[in-house]
């Protein structure tokens, strides 16, 4: 079965620093990976995708993620960080079935950044 | 661009009261769903819907109907509202349930049952 572990629901960063969010998933078939991005009373917003070939996957806002298969891990990092980056991150692997049949998409739980001036 | 529409944003229901929960997309996608966001708890899948005329159960869909009215349409309903229902509740569409196709969500809709 498939499943994601986000490591630290929190994390804490000044602004100008590497913002580094820790993704780990488990996949019985080769997975497609996401970040999602939520800020404040809002939907997810797609930061990046992992799908084939290239393992270093570029998204929106300056972040990127990449795909180790030896570490079964997809971390998503910038190199400064930003006041606006201040949202909560989630981690996705679609994989598996839904009831119905279909591919199951499961999110982590989420890990909230914070930006200090 | 409206992307995926929720309505209401705001909700407050009494123990047993019913209501539905509105979502339309204009993206032209086939597939369409229903989340549950709650603290500490991440997305939890209620129903999905593969193409119009189609839907399914996801991970929680006790509690829940959904109907899928037309391509461009997908409601949940809550027959008899829980105090456990109490969450945030999100509606997404792709492209299709398979594959690479992310999702695009709407800004949610908060529930409150007391």
């Known amino acids: 079965a498939q499943s994601v572990t986000q490591l630290g629901s929190h994390v804490s960063v000044s602004e100008g620093a590497l913002v580094l969010l820790r993704c780990n998933y488990s996949?019985?078939?080769?997975?497609?990976l996401f970040w999602y991005v939520q800020y404040p009373n809002q939907g997810l917003q797609l930061l990046l995708k992992?799908?084939?070939?290239?393992?270093l996957v570029k998204g929106i806002n300056g972040f990127e993620a990449e795909f180790k298969k030896s570490e079964t891990s997809f971390h998503l990092t910038k190199p400064s960080a930003h006041m606006s980056d201040a949202a909560e991150y989630f981690c996705a692997v679609r994989g598996g079935k839904n009831q119905g049949g279909s591919e199951k998409l499961v999110f982590g739980k989420g890990t909230k950044l914070t930006v200090n001036p | 661009n409206a992307g995926v529409t929720q309505t209401p944003k705001f909700q407050v229901l009494k123990t047993g009261q019913s209501m539905t929960l509105q979502c339309a997309q204009d993206?032209?996608?086939?597939?369409m769903y229903w989340y549950r966001q709650d603290p500490g708890m991440g997305l939890r899948l209620i129903y999905y819907s593969a193409s119009e005329g189609t839907t399914d159960k996801g991970e929680v869909p006790n509690g829940y109907n959904v109907s899928r009215l037309n391509k461009r349409e997908f409601s949940l309903r809550l027959e008899s509202a829980a105090p456990s229902q109490t969450s945030v509740y999100f509606c997404?569409?792709?492209?299709?349930?398979?594959?690479?196709?992310?999702?695009?969500f709407g800004n949610g809709t908060r529930l409150t049952v007391t």
């Open positions: 997404a569409s792709s492209e299709a349930v398979r594959g690479p196709s992310p999702l695009h």
């Open positions: 996949s019985s078939v080769p997975p497609y």
């Open positions: 993206m032209n996608h086939n597939s």
């Open positions: 992992y799908t084939t070939g290239a393992t």
